[in-house]
């Protein structure tokens, strides 16, 4: 068997654990969009879990989206 460290995966030489941009870019497009969400309910707009999980989506993919590829 090959030797790997805790950085590279087994069985994938010169890979790395460490999250590409758009991954880290897309994770905290979540936060963001939790955020958002919580903005727009405390200025006492209602609106169904349906429309506050598809707003999260949408920021979510397009923080993705938009992130460069490094």
Known sequence: MGEHTLNEPAGNAGQSWK???KV?????GGALAIIVVW????LGVEMPEAVATA?????????GYLTPQR
């Open 19 to 21: 999250p590409q941009t």
């Open 55 to 63: 707003i999260g989506a949408l920021i979510t993919t397009g923080v």
């Open 24 to 28: 880290a870019a897309s994770g905290i």
């Open 39 to 42: 903005l727009i309910a405390s």
